[in-house]
């Protein structure tokens, strides 16, 4: 029998938050002996970071397994539809955005979250000499809007250590992936940043074989072997016999 050709799987991480929020995740990953990368998401507009992600995965020789969290939900989403290499998706706890459609729109449909209330804005320069919104979670209150179930010692460096994310409420997604990709989804039922009711809309829209944690949107600290239990089912799903030289 020969080798299959395993996809490189990765994880591109959400607001708020940078690549170390999926340390759990790749401990466990590499645990199974699977390729995988965790790139920095730039946070600077879902046009702008996409298109950095889809020029990153653009130069990984071989198949890609795209894995997003929140806002990085949307970022793969579009993402995927300028990656060739791309062979599925998987959202965790994350926004799978139809053409069109802005974040406004799904927490429009199914109500705000504890954590639209939680953020705070600030501002940060452009190369133009001008400024524009940047927000973090008020420390305070992250607890509640992003990780009810993590440890006080570890919520504590979270809340302090935020990458300030650009405000894309009404960020628009210029394309979607998951409409000739396979995906697969997570739904967090405790989440406190986007409605769990919205997250299953968007994974049944997408045709994603989805399942459901019992756990707050800092789902990938909290409940890391369930999110790489599923990343595992995609990749034996995506993984194909290698070409004949």
């Known amino acids: 029998m020969s080798e299959q050709n395993t996809p490189t799987v990765v994880l591109v991480h959400g607001g708020f938050a940078d690549a170390s929020f999926w340390a759990p995740v790749i401990k466990e990953l590499q645990s199974r002996d699977l390729p995988v990368l965790a790139p920095a998401n730039p946070l600077r507009g879902l046009a702008h970071d996409a298109e950095y992600i889809a020029s990153y995965v653009n130069q990984i020789d071989g198949p890609v397994l795209l894995v997003g969290h929140s806002y990085g939900g949307a970022v793969i989403s579009v993402a995927g539809a300028s990656t060739p290499n791309a062979v599925g998706l998987v959202y965790v706890a994350a926004f799978a955005l139809d053409e069109g459609e802005s974040f406004g729109e799904i927490f429009g449909q199914f109500g705000e979250t504890p954590l639209v209330g939680a953020v705070r804005p600030g501002n940060y320069p452009l190369d133009n000499g001008e400024t524009a919104v940047e927000l973090t979670i008020a420390p305070?209150?992250?607890?509640?809007?992003?990780a009810a179930d993590l440890p006080d010692e570890l919520i504590s460096v979270l809340a302090v250590s935020q990458r300030p994310f650009a405000a894309i409420f009404e960020?628009?997604?210029?394309?979607?992936?998951?409409?000739?990709?396979?995906s697969w989804a997570v739904v967090a039922t405790k989440d406190k940043a986007i409605p769990p009711d919205g997250e299953r809309h968007m994974a049944e829209r997408a045709g994603a074989q989805t399942i459901e944690v019992d756990a707050s949107h800092s789902i990938a600290l909290s409940q890391p072997s369930a999110v790489a239990e599923l990343i595992r089912t995609a990749v034996g799903a995506t993984a194909t016999a290698p070409s004949p030289a």
Do not use: C, G, I, V
């Open 171 to 182: 960020d628009r997604a210029e394309a979607a992936a998951w409409k000739t990709l396979p």
């Open 140 to 146: 305070e209150l992250y607890r509640e809007a992003f």
